[in-house]
């Protein structure tokens, strides 16, 4: 499905541009000192903002940084209301309010705000939950189970995701209004850069949930990681990042860095492919780019399968096609006959077929289904096949083992 929503008045999806979110900081705790704004200059900044492409403006009255020092509600309030004051009837661009406690959350819609932006995916604070749901806001939920970001891996992400917006729909809250953040950043101790590396790379899965979808990324932790510069030198490896995932489906891009970070998102929003929909006279045919069981049960799910149905059938939703290289011809053989006796296929030069040469290399096409029961036989045969089993198995692994692909 097309991703095609109205956020206050903001089209946000598949189809339009990807919209920036500029991040203006009231709090000296920041981890990044340059996004730091004063009231003094705080209308020239958003007027900036908005200049260089900016249609919604990001409040943060209290610092997400893990290490900074805490401030009370008070403190918080203190700050954003006044400066929310201000914005609302000065600026032409939608505002949203970074904060994790409701009663923030409602002062501030009371006092204008359009969006409420909370890191803790409604988990800090259960009112949130409430208040959304009564003023019908729309709000930014990043992923978090106890604490914000605690999700370790593209997997745990999908999970926390899934249960908010089942959350969410629980309580009455139009979940077509949320918008979705998977939580890159170091949020808490122990999750280091390969976790953020794993969620860019696969960014794209999120669109199962058929969503917009929010990428904070500006100068992260795992950019200082990679390159080994501190957030003040960190804008080349944000813009680097903003750019695979809004090739991979990112709708809104959260950023310090709005002039330079326009430049990159059209490009690259220029050069991502569209899903493949036919609509005529009332039906429409999608092709869902999936490569991950979970995700297609989840979407199984969202149709309304059963849980025990959308298990059973997930791994026969993404294939696989490997390549065994310098087997003997009888082995090739063998492999080929086993595969296709699992709906799957094999192929193998001429002279294979036809036993005019020793040794050879098969190309296997199947499901993951069909290719762990084709290992799983394999295990059992004579010559060499045991140990081609076991390769088949461990390449398998290897396409999930977090630090082999991602490794530092």
């Known amino acids: ?25 009231l709090s000296r705790e920041s981890f990044y000192k340059g996004s730091v704004v004063d009231t003094d200059s705080l209308l020239d900044v958003a007027h900036k903002m908005m200049d260089e492409g900016a249609t919604i403006i990001d409040l943060g009255a209290r610092s997400t940084w893990p290490l900074a020092d805490p401030i009370t ?18 600026v032409d661009a939608m505002i949203s309010v970074d904060t994790v406690f409701a009663d923030i959350a409602e002062k501030a819609i009371e006092s204008g705000a359009d969006v409420v932006n909370d890191v803790a995916g409604f988990a800090t604070d259960g009112g949130m939950l409430d208040v959304v749901a009564e003023h019908g806001c729309p709000a ?11 999700p370790l891996g593209m997997d745990a992400i999908m999970q926390s995701l899934d249960d908010i917006l ?3 729909e629980e309580r009455g809250i139009d979940t077509d209004q949320l ?40 100068r992260k932790s ?30 809104i891009i959260r950023t310090h860095d709005v002039a330079e970070t326009s430049d990159v998102v059209q490009i690259a929003a220029a050069v991502r492919s ?8 009332g039906f429409k045919v999608s092709v869902l780019d999936i490569t991950c069981p979970d995700d297609a049960a989840l979407s199984m799910r969202n149709i309304g399968v ?9 791994n026969k939703t993404v294939s696989r096609v490997l390549r065994i290289s310098n087997i003997t011809t009888t082995e090739a053989l063998i492999i080929k006959q086993e595969i296709l006796a699992r709906g799957g296929d094999a192929a193998l030069e001429r002279d294979a077929v036809s036993h005019e040469t020793e040794r050879t290399d098969v190309i296997v096409i199947g499901t993951l289904l069909q290719v762990r029961k084709l290992a799983d036989k394999l295990e059992c045969q004579a010559r060499n096949l045991p140990l081609i089993s076991k390769m088949i198995k461990d390449a398998l692994n290897q396409g999930s083992d977090l630090e082999y692909r991602y490794s530092l």
């Open 73 to 90: 509600k008070e403190v918080e309030c203190a700050r954003l209301l006044p400066a929310l004051e201000l914005l609302k009837d000065n």
């Open 222 to 251: 795992f950019i200082g990681d990679l390159l080994n510069k501190p957030a003040a030198e960190r804008l080349y490896g944000s813009l680097a990042a903003a750019a695979i995932v809004v090739q991979k489906g990112a709708h």
């Open 179 to 218: 918008i979705l953040d998977p939580a890159i950043g170091k949020w808490v101790p122990e999750k280091s850069a390969m976790y953020d590396l794993e969620t860019i790379d696969q960014f794209e899965r999120l669109k199962v949930f058929e969503k917009p979808l929010l990428a904070a990324i500006s």
């Open 140 to 150: 930014v939920v990043m992923a978090a189970g106890k604490l914000p970001g605690d």
């Open 306 to 314: 059963t849980g025990t149905g959308s298990k059973i059938m997930k």
């Open 1 to 25: 499905m097309v991703v095609d929503v109205d956020i206050c008045g903001l089209k946000v999806g598949d189809e339009h541009p990807v919209r920036l979110m500029g991040v203006i900081n």
């Open 274 to 281: 569209r899903q493949p929909i036919v609509e005529e006279s």
């Open 166 to 168: 089942i959350r969410s």
